[in-house]
């Protein structure tokens, strides 16, 4: 399936930036109330495509479909295709096998630093490895971001706090220390940006 040329797979920063004009109140009464509604929200966003196009060259059309992820998908219309395709085809949720409503939630929580398990697993009744999974998921997404779009942070009249700590283990917690990882980092309070 390709998804039309209209539509970008929209990145890490786009996403928090959408989701961090919404308050929680909204969030539960607007847009994850139920998952037609959250789709309806995310394709508003262009979290999600409004439409694509099939292998074939047809546009696909939307639907309720039995066998597919959240039962909303995209149809091929030509008769000898037929072919289907999830709701999520080539966004950020693609591949993922929670429902949307919860990866909105889990998303706005973690924008918002509520993030202890403790936290996530009470609201959103996921286990511990599911929640440190996309923890992981995200902290690297916005890693590989930063990578590539690196952002200085400080500048004339500003007051960058910095800070560092070093890593290790040992085999079996016993023993000299085997490896160990310098890391820094910092913060310049008056952009609230961090390194």
């Known amino acids: 399936m390709a998804v039309a040329s ?8 786009t996403i928090f930036s959408v989701i961090e004009e919404i308050t929680l109140k909204q969030l539960f009464q607007n847009i994850t109330i139920d998952e037609d509604t959250c789709i309806a929200w995310l394709k ?10 099939c292998k ?84 690297d997404l916005c890693a590989e971001e930063f990578l590539v779009n690196p952002q200085p942070i400080g500048g004339p009249g500003h007051i960058v706090e910095i800070d560092e700590s070093k890593f290790g283990h040992r085999r079996y917690s016993r023993g000299r220390m085997l490896s160990s990882q310098w890391v820094f980092g910092g913060i310049d309070r008056r952009q609230k940006i961090s390194l």
């Open 56 to 139: 074939c060259g047809i546009i696909m059309r939307s639907g309720t479909f039995s066998g597919i992820a959240d039962g909303k998908g995209w149809r091929c219309t030509e008769k000898s295709c037929k072919k289907f395709a999830s709701m999520r085809i080539g966004s950020f949720f693609e591949g993922a096998h929670i429902p949307l409503t919860e990866l909105v939630e889990f998303l706005y929580f973690w924008a918002d630093n509520l993030q202890t398990t403790a936290f996530l697993h009470k609201n959103l009744g996921w286990g511990e490895h599911t929640i440190t999974d996309w923890k992981n998921f995200l902290r």
């Open 6 to 13: 209209s539509f970008q797979p929209l990145l890490i920063p």
């Open 44 to 53: 508003s966003n262009g979290l999600l495509a409004t439409g694509i196009m």
